[in-house]
C-alpha cells in the first residue's frame, strides 16, 4: 500500500535574473514524497537540483532569483502563501537540511552544545536542560564517541566525517518530517562517504523520516532510494523507481550516468565511460531537447521542440522523443 504524500511540487519554475540573460534554473518541476520514502535527486552541476530543493523551502534570495511558478504543499499549505514565521517553523523543524559542507551551517565560534540548543528550544519548545539531553542523545544517535563531552567542542575541533555527523544529529534533532541532503558526502574520502550514507539510511529507517537526496553520483543513490528523478538543464527527464531506473533506464541521459558509474562486478574498462560534452548553457534556452548536442540519437524535433513528458509501464515518466514516437504510435 502506498504511503501518504507529504510534499507535492507541481511545475515549480524558479529563474535567475542575470546580466547576461534569464536562467531558468528549474523550470516546470513536479514532484511528490511519501512519508518514510527516500528519493534521489540525480544530474550534473547545474540541472537544477540544489535550486529546486531551496526552492522548496522557500530560500531562493530574491533577487536575482525568483519563483515564478507552481507550488509547494507541505502539511496540505503551499509554502509560498506561508509568513517568514512560519517558514522558520519549517526550515530547521518540520524540514531538516545537510549541506556538502557542514563548516558552511556550522557557526566556528560557537560551541556544538550551544548550536543545538538554539535549534531545539526554538523547534520543540521544551527547557535548554531538555534540549541539551536531546542533543547529546542525537550525538550518541550518529556515533559521536563521548558524546555528553563532545557537546561542547567546537567544530573544528571534529574531523570531516564526524562534522557530516554532527549536522545529521542537529538536522534530525527536532524530529522533522523530512530531511533534504544536498550532496552530503561529497567533500568526504570514500570510506567515510559510505558510512555516512549508511547513518542517513539507517536514521531515516529507524525515525521515520523521509530523505530527498540531491546528488550528481548515481552510484551513491543505487540501493539506497526508493524513487529516482534524473534532471537535465532544469527539468526532470526521467523518473520511476530504483530499480526500475537502475535495471532498465530509458532516458539517453540516464543511461549515460549509469554508464559512467564505475562497477566492481564487471571487466575492468581501460577508461571509465563519460557523456560526451558539456552540460548546456541555461540562460535563455531555446525550446527544444537541451540534451541533443550530447545525444546519439538526436532526431531533427529534438532541436526544436521539447519533448512532453510521457508516462511508461511501472510509475516511470520519461521527457524524450523516442518514447513520444512509441507512445503515440507514429
Ligand atoms: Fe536524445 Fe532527442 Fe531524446 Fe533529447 S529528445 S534525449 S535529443 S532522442
Request: proline share 6%; net charge neutral.
Amino acid at each position: 500500500m502506498k504511503k501518504d504524500i507529504i510534499l507535492k511540487v507541481d511545475n515549480l519554475r524558479t529563474y535567475f535574473n542575470t546580466d547576461d540573460g534569464v536562467v531558468k534554473a528549474v523550470d516546470g518541476v513536479s514532484f511528490e514524497l511519501r512519508k518514510g520514502e527516500t528519493l534521489g535527486i540525480v544530474g550534473e552541476s547545474g540541472s537544477g537540483k540544489s535550486v529546486s530543493n531551496l526552492s522548496v523551502m522557500n530560500l531562493i534570495p530574491s533577487p536575482p532569483g525568483k519563483i515564478m511558478g507552481g507550488t509547494v504543499i507541505f502539511d496540505g499549505r503551499n509554502v509560498f502563501d506561508l509568513t517568514e514565521e512560519e517558514l522558520r517553523n519549517i526550515r530547521g523543524g518540520k524540514i531538516g537540511m545537510i549541506f556538502q559542507d557542514p563548516m558552511t551551517s556550522l557557526n566556528p565560534f560557537l560551541k556544538i552544545s550551544t548550536q543545538m540548543v538554539e535549534t531545539i528550544v526554538l523547534h520543540k519548545k521544551v527547557s535548554k536542560e531538555d534540549a541539551r539531553k536531546r542533543a547529546i542523545e542525537m550525538l550518541e544517535m550518529v556515533g559521536i564517541p563521548k558524546a555528553e563531552k563532545r557537546v561542547d567542542d567546537y567544530p573544528h575541533q571534529f574531523s570531516g566525517g564526524m562534522r557530516q555527523r554532527v549536522m545529521i544529529a542537529m538536522a534530525l534533532s527536532c524530529d522533522p518530517e523530512i530531511l533534504i541532503a544536498d550532496e552530503p558526502t561529497s567533500a568526504l574520502d570514500v570510506t567515510i562517504q559510505a558510512q555516512i550514507l549508511e547513518l542517513i539510511q539507517d536514521l531515516s529507517k529507524k525515525l521515520g523520516t523521509a530523505v530527498i537526496m540531491i546528488t550528481h553520483d548515481l552510484g551513491v543513490v543505487a540501493g539506497m532510494c526508493d524513487n529516482v528523478n534524473v534532471m537535465y538543464a532544469g527539468k526532470v527527464v526521467e523518473k520511476g523507481t530504483n530499480d526500475e531506473i537502475f535495471a532498465d533506464p530509458k532516458h539517453p541521459y540516464t543511461r549515460g550516468l549509469i554508464k559512467s558509474v564505475p562497477r566492481l562486478d564487471k571487466p575492468k574498462q581501460k577508461k571509465l565511460y563519460s557523456i560526451e560534452g558539456q552540460p548546456p548553457n541555461v540562460i535563455d534556452l531555446p525550446e527544444c531537447c537541451p540534451f541533443f548536442p550530447r545525444c546519439e540519437h538526436a532526431m531533427d524535433k529534438c532541436k526544436t521542440s521539447y519533448p512532453p513528458a510521457v508516462k511508461l509501464e511501472g510509475s516511470r515518466e520519461v521527457s524524450c522523443w523516442l518514447y513520444e514516437e512509441k507512445t503515440s504510435g507514429k
